[in-house]
Structures are given as C-alpha cells and as structure tokens.
C-alpha cells in the first residue's frame, strides 16, 4: 500500500442526532492497489445522507461523512488501477466498485 497525494481529507461531518454538518478533518488511510484517490470538487447530498446523519435507519457511528454522489479528479491510483489515470475527471455514484 502506498500513500496517496492528500495525508489527511477535508470534508463536512454530522457529529450527532439533529446536529448541523461542520468542517472535519481526519488522517488519510494507505492507498490500496485497486484504490482512487479523487479530489472531489462537487458533492451531492440526498435523503440517504440525511436519514444517516439523523439515525433514521438505526444508531449512526458518528462523526458521519455522507455525500456519495460526487465528482472530481484523480490524484492518485494504486498500481491495479487501469480504467483511469491520474489527472482524469471523474463522477462517482453511490454504489462501490461500479465505476
């Protein structure tokens, strides 16, 4: 595993129950072989996203990062990655390992 461009990610957390989303910042995990790294420069955020950040389908391991529908560009690519380069635009949906 390697490390990507970013060591650690910035992004909007709900840290509990009817709380707002505020800046949040934690330490990024190793690149893996058939990872991405993306540095996302748009965010959508849908009823998931809020039925989570409100513990609306069961208790929610807070602080939670939500927002799953998100485009960006690539920064880095483990070393299995083949579909995209570093560079490239991306859109990412909600589902892992669909792209």
Not at 4 to 9: L, M, S, T
Not at 33 to 51: F, P, R, T, Y
Not at 71 to 76: E, L, M
């Amino acid at each position: 595993m390697t490390q990507g461009k970013f060591d650690e990610i910035k992004a909007w957390a709900c840290h509990g129950k009817g709380e707002k989303i505020v800046p949040f910042t934690y330490k990024a995990r190793p690149l893996g072989e058939d990872d991405v790294e993306v540095q996302i420069s748009h965010c959508g955020i849908c009823g998931s996203d809020l039925h989570t950040m409100d513990s609306g389908w069961g208790p929610s391991d807070y602080p939670v990062v939500t927002g799953h529908e998100i485009i960006g560009t690539v920064t880095a690519a483990g070393p299995k990655v083949s579909n995209v380069k570093v560079g490239d635009r991306v859109g990412v949906g909600c589902v892992v390992n669909t792209c």
